[in-house]
């Protein structure tokens, strides 16, 4: 009898709090957000996070979505896909959000990218690299770039601006890494004759030791080495290439685009390290500068580029819906299909193709006495339409 | 020449911190028959330890004190409160308890410091060498210099004092040791005293040597030390140092040499099935 009472009472509680959840939720706009907060990912995730905060307070302080306020709901998904999966669901049904960012790695964003697709949820994935994410559905969009494009961009940067002739390939052993170097060699052997790459090697993720890798490229002493992979595992060899006296150039990508690539490799040996990513620190645009100067005031570090990621990854949403002018999940996947020229926080967003793939200019960043400035922009159509 | 003479100075380096860091586990294994995964959290305390001591102070020499002695104090908490209580069980029950262990703690050392890795960009007092075209740096010096210096302690205290007969003694029979009056419990305690001590000295030569201080930097060493216990010989701890140096040595030369398609970390795991297949009681183990 107590019992019986006791889950009558459990019942009327929860049934309650739903309905105060629901009318709640009634004036305000709810946007859902993965994002690993534990685990090996979690810094990254802090960025995303961070940066997801000083846009949702952007959104609200300018009025809000359709009059109503901006709501984030952010669950830690570990980088792990069972664990997305499940609050996917979770945001779905509990939550009853209207768009969600992706805010974590690919595995975790390609498992959850065929749910919202079913449930036809507009998804943008904020720094995702794998070509399935996108594949799920016309429901499912990327701000970053894909891993081909960035690596065709760092191959022109390399070969045309830099004029290395003898390039050395080292990436970190993730698909991620591999699809990179296919673009940087593809546009080699299709648009650079005469350059010939003279070593290319993967190493294993967690590697970080670099010197078994580097005593061998010193020995054939390249004019430029092209390195993909993670500030983790760049800044690292920036400085054992250094204690080494290697003398050749060193060009990275998007992954070591972080100020703690300098804190790791040192300032002397990441001077004048240059990478393609898609955060333009010198774009003079406000809403560069303005986050830029709100991140590093609320957090007292420079921001990186998975946070600007996902800073658009919301804002694209964000935008789509009051073009839209309202959140009705079809309209608002149609208006960001139709996003054009919009002022982005990582470049002026061309748009997106068919497949979902956002369209805009790879940014190269130079290291200056230990920040990265800008050093030049690849915008040829041929290069950046994936 | 110059460059296998190089490759060599850096795979025994590799080798060295291997050792650091295995040799600790052996011990534990030897006394406890526990596989002690949370020994690799306890290195990683042990490098945010050293950089929080050394940020504050500027003084290596204090950062390494204080590190050795939180980390022996963490050791000694996880013995008395989390592996005594837990001996009565099967090996696995000890075991899962451990790697509880090294989650919670990685998941402490985030949520005190931060998910972002620190760099430890420590000032070394020694000087760098050069040997005609071959360089070894300040920082490859240091961890020579530490690591023959614990080696040659710990070898010291186990065969040339009484603490390190009663160690030996216990580890080959704990409850014979016991009943010929060697107090076991204050065995135990110093053993964990000693293994997480030494696993702070290589958290903080790692820390430097790799200028990344990170919550999860315990991962990798956590499985990899396990198939160095076993190659070395399970619970000997001259084994688990010979282990470590000759992967560290085979993992440079094969990378340097033979773009072997395999990942480096592989090869401990090759090597450990080998070691099962054909000498199941490890390189220097008694059967």
């Known amino acids: 009898m107590l019992m019986k009472f006791v889950r009558v009472m459990v019942a009327g509680v929860l049934i309650l709090g739903l309905a105060a959840g629901a009318a709640f939720s009634a004036d305000t706009v709810r946007i859902g957000a993965l994002v690993p907060l534990t685990g090996a990912a979690a810094a990254d995730g802090l960025s995303a996070l961070n940066s997801l905060k000083i846009a949702v307070d952007n959104v609200n302080a300018e009025g809000g979505i359709l009059g109503k306020r901006l709501e984030l709901i952010y669950y830690d998904d570990r980088a792990d896909a069972k664990e997305a999966v499940a609050l996917a669901h979770k945001l779905i049904g509990q939550d009853r959000v209207v768009a969600v960012v992706g805010g974590s790695y690919s595995m975790p964003s390609r498992a959850v990218a065929t749910i919202f697709q079913e449930e036809e949820i507009p998804f943008v994935a904020a720094y995702a690299v794998h070509p399935d994410v996108t594949k799920a559905g016309d429901f499912c969009f990327r701000n970053g770039f894909l891993a081909a494009v960035e690596g065709k961009a760092a191959a022109k940067v390399a070969t045309q601006m830099l004029g290395a002739k003898r390039i050395a390939l080292l990436y970190s052993d993730i698909d991620f890494g591999r699809t990179l170097s296919e673009g940087f060699k593809q546009y080699v052997s299709k648009n650079a004759p005469g350059v010939e790459i003279v070593y290319d090697q993967a190493y294993p993720f967690p590697e970080k030791d670099f010197k078994p890798y580097l005593s061998k490229i010193k020995e054939i002493s390249p004019d430029l080495i092209m390195v993909n992979g993670y500030y983790f595992q760049t800044g690292p060899i920036l400085k054992q290439a250094k204690g080494m006296g290697i003398k050749s150039m060193i060009l990275g990508e998007e992954g070591a685009d972080s100020p703690k690539l300098v804190e790791i490799a040192g300032p002397s040996a990441a001077e004048g390290f240059m990478i393609v990513t898609n955060l333009n620190r010198d774009d003079e645009r406000p809403v560069v500068q303005n986050f830029i100067r709100e991140f590093k005031g609320r957090y007292g570090f420079d921001p990186d580029m998975v946070g600007a990621s996902a800073y658009d990854g919301l804002m694209i949403i964000v935008d789509a819906m009051n073009r839209a002018g309202t959140t009705d999940a079809k309209k608002v996947r149609d208006a960001i299909a139709a996003t054009s020229n919009y002022n982005g926080l990582t470049g002026v967003i061309k748009g997106f193709d068919s497949e979902g793939e956002v369209v805009k200019p790879v940014q190269v960043q130079i290291i200056k006495l230990g920040e990265y400035r800008y050093f030049a922009e690849v915008d040829d159509p041929e290069v950046i339409t994936p | ?287």
């Open chain 2, 1 to 287: 020449m110059d460059l296998f003479l190089e490759q060599l100075l850096n795979g025994i380096a590799i080798g060295f911190i291997y050792a650091l860091i295995t040799s600790g586990l052996a011990l534990v294994y030897g006394i406890l028959r526990i596989l002690h995964v949370a020994h690799a959290a306890i290195y990683a305390l042990g490098a945010y330890a050293g950089l929080g001591i050394y940020s504050i102070t500027g003084n290596l020499f204090l950062a390494l004190i204080v590190s050795m002695a939180a980390c022996s104090l963490v050791g000694v908490a996880i013995e008395k409160f989390v592996y005594f209580p837990l001996l009565k069980y099967p090996p696995y029950v000890p075991l899962i308890g451990s790697i509880a262990l090294l989650l919670g703690i990685e998941e402490v050392l985030r949520l005190v410091a931060g998910p972002y890795i620190h760099a430890f960009p420590a000032e070394i007092p020694v000087p760098g060498f050069h040997f005609g075209p071959i360089t070894m740096s300040p920082v490859l010096v240091t961890v020579y210099l530490v690591t023959v210096i614990v080696l040659f302690g710990l070898w010291f205290l186990s065969t040339r004092t009484e603490l390190g007969l009663a160690m030996r003694a216990s580890s080959q029979d704990i409850q014979i040791a016991g009943s010929l009056g060697i107090n076991t419990s204050r065995i135990i305690s110093t053993t964990f005293i000693i293994g997480s001590s030494t696993a702070a000295v290589a958290g903080i030569l790692v820390g430097i040597y790799f200028n990344q201080v990170y919550p999860t930097m315990g991962a990798v060493p956590a499985y990899k030390t396990l198939a160095l216990i076993v190659v070395g010989g399970l619970g000997s701890v001259p084994g688990a140092v010979l282990a470590s140096v000759l992967l560290g040595i085979s993992e440079t030369l094969l990378i340097g040499y033979a773009n072997i398609p395999l990942p480096r970390d592989a090869l401990a795991f090759i090597a450990m099935i080998a070691v099962l297949m054909w000498r199941p009681q490890g390189l220097l183990g008694r059967r």
